[in-house]
């Protein structure tokens, strides 16, 4: 069965960088596409990008200057990277399986919050 | 990017009313639109892709409408494990964005 999961730092500090990884099974990357969006808490949804299955990426335009994701297919794994991190930058960050454009599948997502 | 504006930002309602909930494109976007429904403290949950196609597994009292600019997605008769947040998606650019949510809430 399709499974994401995310996994990382709990807490960065500011102006540091973040990285997180979303291991996958279930799916072949080559196929699908995986995306990253992130909730700060009591806020609404934001999607930040993803990676197609051709391994090309779209990010958010907000967040372009920032933000890099990647992955290793032999490992079934999906990266992301966020440099510059600010307090409002503090989220829940989730993966999700893009299948022709809707998200039915989620990771349980992970806190990350930005302090010193 | 495409904006979703999502309306009302709360609604409140009592068990067994039926309801409608809007969302609004900054520009038209065919039927490329899904909703999805977050309860506190988990992920979110597809209940309706492509405007008006249903999942499986998700209550029939769940539909969606709407084309172009203007979605809708309808609950027919509210129940208690309803109450949450609701958001919609559009992936006509691949540039993807969700609306700001709507709290439905009990009266």
């Known amino acids: 069965q399709v499974q994401l999961k995310e996994s990382g730092p709990g807490l960065v500090q500011p102006s540091q960088t973040l990285s997180l990884t979303c291991t996958v099974s279930g799916f072949s990357l080559t196929s699908n596409s995986v995306h990253w969006v992130r909730q700060p808490p009591g806020k609404g949804l934001e999607w930040m990008g993803g990676?197609?299955?051709?391994?090309?990426?779209d990010y958010n335009s907000a967040l372009k200057s920032r933000l890099s994701i990647s992955r290793d297919t032999s490992k079934s794994q999906v990266f992301l990277k966020m440099n510059s991190l600010q307090t409002d930058d503090t989220a829940i960050y989730f993966c999700?399986?893009?299948?022709?454009?809707?998200?039915?599948?989620w990771g349980q997502g992970t806190l990350v919050t930005v302090s010193s | 990017n495409i904006v979703l504006t999502q309306s009302p930002a709360t609604l409140s309602v009592t068990p067994g009313e039926s309801v409608s909930l809007s969302c609004r494109a900054s520009?038209?976007?065919?039927?490329?639109i899904h909703w999805y429904q977050q309860k506190s403290n988990e992920s979110p949950r597809l209940l309706i892709k492509?405007?008006?196609q249903s999942i499986s597994g998700i209550p029939s009292r769940f539909s969606g409408s709407g084309s172009g600019t203007d979605f809708t997605l309808s609950i027919n008769r509210v129940e208690s494990e309803d109450f949450s947040i609701y958001y919609c998606?559009?992936?006509?650019?691949?540039?993807?964005?969700f609306g700001s949510g709507t709290k439905l809430e009990i009266k």
């Open positions: 492509y405007a008006s």
């Open positions: 990676i197609w299955g051709d391994g090309s990426t």
């Open positions: 520009q038209s976007i065919s039927t490329s």
């Open positions: 998606q559009q992936s006509y650019s691949s540039l993807y964005t």
């Open positions: 999700t399986l893009g299948l022709r454009g809707w998200f039915a599948y």
